[in-house]
């Protein structure tokens, strides 16, 4: 581990793995966060675009708040979505993008992944992407990025200032980066920081 | 940080209480936490 990161990233990444596992699992189950319908409401998305979505493609959401909210998707962009999850915000952002555009999903648990792909076929979408891969390492081309969108993923990452070179290396000149995630308005004690348990807590 | 990176015109939004009556929601008040849409570009 290296000596300036509070907290092993490999371990973290595990703790996470756990927690987000039983969210594409078991959505319904008991979480500290919303998740589903519930939480994209509260957060601001278009209730006219919720509606549209079948409930499996938004139900193992457990986004932080609307990282669409600052700027909307061009038609014809190609996004990469950071920690996608069972993909809703993947198919909000095919929506924006229309046909011509493409999004690239990116997480790193199978049982998302597998979700997402289900939802993307069920839902005839021919724009939208998931491959496997970590945000310190995504499988994807320098460059390839219009946009880069995430949402309540950074904060769970160990190593951040990777995961930004990571984000800059797939952006092209001139591309966006949009994303949603939370802050603490409090200082957070030092040993509150190194307990890995309260990070997903 | 996103501006360490080399982001530009890097924007917040307002805060979202994105843990309001979730279990979560009495720590999140512990320490102030909240949701933000964040906008950064980098440049051309």
């Excluded at chain 1, 319904?28 to 499996?56: C, I, K, M, N």
């Excluded at chain 1, 980066?177 to 997903?200: H, M």
């Amino acid at each position: 581990m290296s000596a300036e990161l509070p907290v092993d990233p490999k371990a973290l990444r595990e703790e996470v793995k756990s927690k987000y596992r039983e969210v594409a699992c078991n959505p319904h189950g008991e979480f500290h966060f919303h998740t589903g319908r519930r939480a994209a409401a509260r957060l601001g998305y278009d209730p006219a675009v919720l509606e549209s979505l079948p409930d499996v493609a938004v139900e193992s959401f457990a986004g932080v708040a609307n990282p669409f909210s600052l700027r909307t998707l061009r038609p014809g962009e190609k996004v990469v979505d950071v920690g996608s999850g069972a993909g809703f915000d993947c198919f909000i952002a095919a929506a924006q993008v229309g046909p011509s555009g493409s999004v690239l999903g990116i997480d790193m648990l199978p049982e998302m992944l597998e979700k997402a792909r289900a939802s993307a076929k069920r839902m005839g979408l021919t724009n939208v992407e998931f491959r496997e891969g970590l945000i310190e390492d995504m499988p994807v081309e320098n460059g390839w990025a219009d946009v880069v969108i995430s949402n309540g993923v950074i904060n769970l990452c160990a190593d951040k200032k990777r995961a930004f070179e990571e984000i800059w290396r797939v952006l092209r000149p001139g591309g966006h980066l949009q994303f949603a995630d939370i802050a603490n308005g409090k200082p957070v004690p030092a040993s509150a920081v190194r307990n890995i348990d309260l990070w997903t807590a | 940080m996103l501006e360490q990176t080399g982001f530009v015109d890097v924007s917040v939004g307002p805060p979202c209480d994105t843990f309001g009556e979730a279990s979560g929601e009495k720590k999140a008040r512990q320490f102030g936490v909240y949701g933000y849409a964040f906008l950064a570009r980098k440049p051309s």
